[in-house]
């Protein structure tokens, strides 16, 4: 599926990290000193934010919508929807979307809800905003997405434990005057490449014993074969359908799994300027579908010489489990972009 | 698609195994420096330069250099 949606603005974005901090050094006594370097060489990730036990990806996320209110001035009455992206839920019900409307004091006249997705979750969320607004149903959408990985990884295998850390975002997406496009794909045929069935009903009741060993949650190399196959091609067609060259966008916001796959990406599209597709998430990790976002306020503000207001043409692309992958193509350089929380 | 070119970009994949090690029937799993790292720029490198996108299984399922390079010919 790709599209064209006119008139969206998107004003701000907005991120928090968890105050916890993984060092990956401090890993090489319990898994061995050449399994923990070998992995940090492939990754490129140093240290990971870790949530604490009472803190929620609703926590981090309401964190940063309540610091892009604060920077914008923004009315919170004016809010007409909320999308929450999350694979962590605080509850199966009711929606997280709806208890983060209430404890933003958002008003009732707000269409709420969540979406299920991890590392792609960032695309559906501002392609569910856009439509919302260019339906006419909505004129602001605040996009809510985070994960707290950290608590779903298996904290034995060091490979799953050294790469996914925890954060939340909000994204502030309004009726405005820039063209956004988008490129959405799905492959439900290899749902079993990201799997976790610990939770849902497929597997009821086996997997609410305490004995359950569920199936490997992921294949390594399957998962980096899906990225190589479909990222390239995902941002080519939202280039080739806003009529840009390649090297004329501004800043590339992309997925970051580990450093050996931005490496990738960055090779295959052949980019005239590869510092605009940074690897980022040395000091945070793969934070699911946080991770466009993270890079996108990250960087900026952590990097010298970046001024976002040059970013008038930026690509989004992300990819992951589902399995689900797509781009996303606007104009960033009037939006406001906020320095992560615990940077 | 030449063999000895494949074993070159092969060996590429690698930084400190001695370039003379790589021949066509090397057991490449059973390679010192072989690792779930290496495995990912190979399946890179094949991408990049024989458009080709191998998975895991194919991975596995190769045990010398010339097996992985008669896989990647049958799926070019």
Redesign the interface.
Known sequence: MKCLIDNIDIKCIATCLPEGILEMSSLKERFGEKAVE?TV??SGIERLHVAADHETTADLCERAANNLFEATGFDRNEIDGVVFVSQTMDYFNPATSCVLQGKLGLPEECVCFDIAYGCSGYIYGMFQAAVLISSGACKNVLVLAGDTNSKMVDKNKH?SLMVFGDAGSATLVSKGENKMGFHICSDGYNYQTVLNDRMGFRKFPENTRPDYQPDPAM????V??FI??VGPKTIKTVIELMGWDKDDVDFFGLHQATK?TVD?MR??LKLAHPERAPFDIQNYGNTGPTTVPMVLTDYPHRAEGIDTSSWNKVVMAAYGVGLSWGSVACDLSKTLILKPINQ | MELKDFIANFAEQFDETDVNEFKPETVFHDLEEYSSLVALSIIAMINEEYDVTLKGDDMSAAVTIEDLFNIVKSKM
């Open positions: 070998d060489k492939g490979s294949s390594g190399d399957d980096f074969s190589v196959n050996i990738f090779k295959k």
